[in-house]
């Protein structure tokens, strides 16, 4: 019967929304605009010019309680990419619900923290800002209510196994994630909810022949799922794990606070990063993303403002004394994995850690770990053509053991015009504008034309 149930519910579903979307941008300077290149899931190349061409298909969004419930998409990119040979897949996934656990698996979008999903500049830890690295993972379906606790309390978590790419420092490196989170209010005007997040590199094998094959058995697998620490007594560890924890492990403590009053929607948010157990130990860091996030529900000229404060420049101290100092965190670097948190050269977290590309072809490390960003992030319309700005005021410090002297300060501006026309058709107009000594002064125009539909149509 539930085998019947299942194929009733794919059935149903089958009436995917296919999309194509040409277009590209041309820019002037040595390099593309920040936010032509940063945020956009690392579809382009830091080139003068981009062309893309994407095909996708995606199920049909539905709000209903199914018992079983199917979503699947798949996007096709061709363009100027050779990291991934000018053809790639962008995204491939299904995920399967029953009742309110989920399986997924492929590449698919993830949003995890508690941040605004539409206009943050990007959560500290997972961003928008790279290909969606392939997993597998079994979580709940959204928030879920706790039994007996009639909305007032909900939870949601996730854990999750994936795979790096190929021809890294340290090669088949695995990834491991998970998260867990509770919200307290359910259909008061209020809702606070705060949780965890927690990703570790591990596995692999070194291109140092000293260091060979990293191990990844089962224990292996239980001590990075428990985060504990290594043993220190095993000779077959690197120091480096030996006396820390095995695997470059990355975290962050999410916070939110939300409120409902009659005009808007207002949101508060805290993220923090750490990278240690000192850190883990810290609720509240002296690093971190602040945001606010209003949204007005009858103002369509300005639908949404976003405000983020991101501060990267404590990392515990500047000094690192094994036992006695645990400073210089010297965030997504990690001196045993050495392309760090990054995937293809993109950094995964927050874009304002440069991504290591930036710094010579050849280069695998993060160069630019302190910062201090100022964001601005608006949506809204004016008559058919909605809009999007966001702006950036960015300090660069480099790293403690390589500090950027002086100071490397950056403007980064991002202007979006979508118009929508007969329901199927979307002109999309990109301008990008970058003044400051990090990423150099820039000017960019980008279009693009979208056309999606529904099979049923045809």
Do not use: C
Not at 25 to 49: K, L, V, W
Not at 138 to 167: C, M, V
Not at 344 to 352: E, M, Q, V
Not at 368 to 374: F, G, K, S, W
């Amino acid at each position: 019967m539930l085998l019947i149930f299942y194929a009733l519910d794919v059935y149903a579903q089958w009436n995917p929304r296919l999309q194509i979307e040409t277009g590209g941008y041309s820019s002037t300077g040595e390099q593309a605009p920040f936010f032509f290149i940063n945020g956009q899931n690392g579809r382009y190349e830091n080139n003068q010019h981009n062309f893309l061409t994407a095909l996708s298909l995606q199920s049909p969004e539905k709000s209903d309680s199914a018992l079983f419930k199917v979503n699947y998409g798949l996007e096709l990119n061709m363009g100027t990419h050779d990291d991934y040979n000018n053809i790639w897949l962008q995204k491939a996934y299904i995920k399967t619900r029953l009742y309110m656990i989920e399986l997924l698996a492929g590449r698919y979008d993830q949003y995890v923290g508690n941040g605004d999903s539409t206009l943050s500049s990007g959560y500290l830890l997972y961003a928008n800002n790279t290909r969606h690295i392939p997993r597998i993972g079994l979580g709940s379906a959204g928030w879920t209510d706790l039994p007996f606790s009639r909305g007032y309390i909900q939870l949601k978590g996730i854990i999750e196994h994936g795979w790096f790419e190929r021809n890294r420092y340290v090669e088949r490196v695995w990834l491991h994630h998970k998260n867990f989170y509770v919200k307290l209010g359910g259909d008061l005007p209020v809702n606070i909810s705060g949780g965890l997040d927690h990703y570790t590199q591990w596995g692999g094998i070194s291109s140092n022949p000293d260091l060979g094959r990293f191990p990844s058995d089962f224990d292996t697998f239980f001590e990075i799922l428990m985060a504990g620490n290594a043993d220190s007594s095993d000779t077959s560890l690197p120091d480096n794990e030996r006396y820390n924890r095995v695997g470059n492990h990355l975290g962050s403590w999410n916070w939110r606070l939300e409120a409902d009053i009659r005009p808007m929607h207002v949101a508060g948010y805290y993220q923090s990063i750490f990278e240690d157990k000192s850190g883990y130990r810290r609720k509240l860091n002296k690093d971190g993303l602040w945001g606010l996030s209003v949204r007005f529900k009858n103002i369509n000229t300005v639908r949404k403002v976003v405000l983020e404060y991101i501060k990267t420049t404590y990392q515990s101290g500047s000094k690192h004394v094994r036992g006695e100092q645990p400073g210089n965190d010297n965030y997504f670097n990690n001196s045993l994995y050495r392309n760090g948190w990054s995937y293809y050269r993109y950094t995964i977290g927050s874009p304002f850690i440069t991504s290591p590309f930036y710094f010579g072809d050849e280069n695998i490390k993060f160069e630019n770990t302190r910062v201090i960003v100022y964001y601005l992030g608006i949506t809204g319309s004016t008559g058919p053509v909605d809009y999007e700005w966001r702006t950036a005021f960015s300090q660069n410090k480099g790293t403690h053991s390589r500090n950027f002297n002086p100071v490397k300060n950056q403007l980064s501006t991002f202007i979006k015009l979508t118009y929508i026309f007969q329901l199927k058709h979307r002109l999309v107009l990109n301008l990008a504008f970058d003044e400051g000594d990090m990423y150099g002064d820039n000017v960019g125009l980008g279009v693009s034309y979208n056309y999606a539909f529904t099979l049923r149509e045809h």
